[in-house]
């Protein structure tokens, strides 16, 4: 590093708002910068609570944990964590039909080809084949029960992978300790007002009650206010109501009825859909729905009756989907939801922060914070919540439900051109166009299509090349291996226990 680099190096962060998004944010970015002299601040209000809908998590959240060197047998039952195989759809297609979205391996490759393209020919074939049937992650969740993956072994562990069901408060909490051990500043007050230079860029901001924070960095975890983002340097806010038009949610605890699953489950209803994410010690519940086609009362009484009596009144929440025009404006990155917000039907909330997180290392500034290394930030990032949308959209636009006003307008509605152009492509030969890096593989975009009954009018011609009575041989010696691993394993409950007693001990 060149003097003149160093001495223009970031000396100085603040952090405002706590929460997940900002805790997390606290705990990579004093983890990245533990060598150098940057000093990390965060300012959380205690009279401003957390939004905890986040509480599903995708298999990235353990490179995160990994990351930030978080020693699982304690986080785990700290945060009433349960561990997630994958999504569970119900009611999404038709009324009474269910679909999964499991996560690692399907089947294997045959002859260099995805397994989904034999699938393909295995349904022309009448073989009448299912996902569960080749996915281990569904068929263990289908069984309630858990195995870890393992690349040592031959077999369906070898691809298996999981995330984490947890509460998001306790998340909060455990990464402000760990946070503060590693140095970073805690200051329990409000924000009054932020100040800007004559540049435009942040200078300070002023405490209610007295006293200022200065930094040459801000990270705004504001939430849907975008205290810095939006309210003092204005980005603009794009708004895609036109494309996911729910716009309302309400969520509520209950008691367990059962051992808890290992997976997500997601419910369409009348007017949009209900999750439900077990942890330790409740489930949390909740829906999201547009407000055009379902009133508060009546989206209320619809959760109450699903889910029977919650252990606290249902809080709701108002959101418009979208993003910021810009979630980098001079010196100010935005992070969770001041950055945007996707409804969190594939559990893409706290991925985003974190993908927001890497994508500021990889463009890290100094205090010159080149516009074009902001630029190349803001594209990426735009990119990423676009293909996030369509994938969330696909689940709606392909559905055969008609029986309320709601259904039959999404399933009416213009698509965005690059979902449309997906949607062709698969429809025509059974490929994906997905983009090497892109969160959702290949395979993501065909369960949800596979699910939702969309059928390709021909499959890929190279599976032809392979000797099918072959590839048919090898099928029941496939289902085998999964079933042989769902039998030895042990139920998700009793996984569980062994982890909180080894935590213990």
């Known amino acids: 590093m060149s003097d003149t680099t160093a001495n223009k190096a970031i000396r100085s962060i603040a952090i405002v708002g706590g929460g997940t998004a900002g805790w997390m944010a606290a705990s990579l970015l004093a983890q990245t910068l533990r060598g150098t002299d940057c000093a990390i601040t965060l300012v959380e209000s205690p009279d401003i609570g957390t939004v905890g809908v986040g509480e599903a998590t995708i298999p990235p959240i353990f490179d995160f944990l990994k990351l930030i060197e978080v020693d699982l047998d304690a986080f785990i039952p700290a945060t009433q964590a349960t561990f997630k195989l994958g999504i569970k759809f119900n009611n999404w297609r038709a009324i009474g039909e269910a679909y999964w979205h499991p996560f690692g391996t399907f089947g294997v490759s045959i002859d260099r080809r995805p397994f989904h393209h034999v699938f393909h ?153 209900r999750w439900k994410i077990p942890l330790q010690h409740r489930v949390g519940n909740g829906s999201v729905y547009c407000s055009a086609f379902l009133d508060d009362g009546a989206a209320q009484d619809e959760l109450l009756t699903a889910i029977g009596s919650p252990l606290a009144q249902p809080r709701k929440l108002s959101f418009t989907a979208g993003r910021r025009k810009v979630m980098w404006s ?40 080149a516009p074009s290394n902001i630029a190349a930030y803001n594209r990426a990032l735009a990119d990423e919540y676009e293909t996030y949308r369509d994938f969330i959209l696909l689940h709606y636009c392909v559905t055969d439900r008609d029986d309320t006003p709601f259904w039959r307008e999404r399933a009416a509605a213009p698509l965005p051109d690059r979902l449309a152009e997906r949607i062709e492509l ?79 001990a």
């Open 121 to 273: 020919k295995a349904r022309a074939q009448r073989l009448d084949p299912t996902v569960p049937r080749f996915s281990l992650a569904a068929a263990l969740g289908e069984a309630g029960r858990l195995a870890h993956p393992d690349s040592r072994a031959p077999g369906p562990l070898a691809g298996l992978r999981q995330a984490l069901h947890f509460d998001a408060a306790l998340v909060a909490r455990f990464l402000r300790d760990h946070a503060e051990r590693r140095g970073v500043k805690r200051l329990e007050r409000e924000v009054a007002e932020v100040t800007l230079r004559d540049d435009g860029f942040i200078d300070a901001l002023v405490l209610k009650g007295g006293g200022e924070v200065r930094a040459d960095l801000y990270i705004d975890c504001s939430g849907f206010r975008g205290l810095l983002i939006e309210q003092a340097l204005g980005a603009g806010y794009e708004d895609w109501t036109r494309w996911l038009p729910c716009d309302r949610a309400l969520a509520a605890p209950t008691a367990h009825v059962g051992p808890p699953a290992p997976y997500t489950q997601a419910t369409a209803q009348s007017a949009g859909w």
């Open 330 to 369: 001079r010196n100010c990155v935005a992070l969770g939801l001041a950055s945007g917000f996707l409804e969190p039907l594939e559990s893409t909330s706290l991925h985003l922060v974190c993908s927001g997180l890497y994508k500021l290392l990889d463009h890290f500034p100094d205090r010159d914070f």
């Open 426 to 504: 698969y429809r025509a030969c059974g490929r994906v166009d997905a983009k090497p890096g892109e969160l959702f593989t290949d395979l993501s975009w065909f369960y949800i299509f596979e699910g939702m009954g969309v059928r390709p009018r021909a499959y890929d011609p190279l599976v032809e090349a392979s000797n099918f009575d072959q590839v048919r041989a090898i099928l029941p010696d496939l289902t085998a291996r999964i079933d042989a691993v769902v039998a030895q394993s042990p139920t998700h409950e009793a996984a569980l226990a062994a982890i909180v007693r080894r935590s213990a």
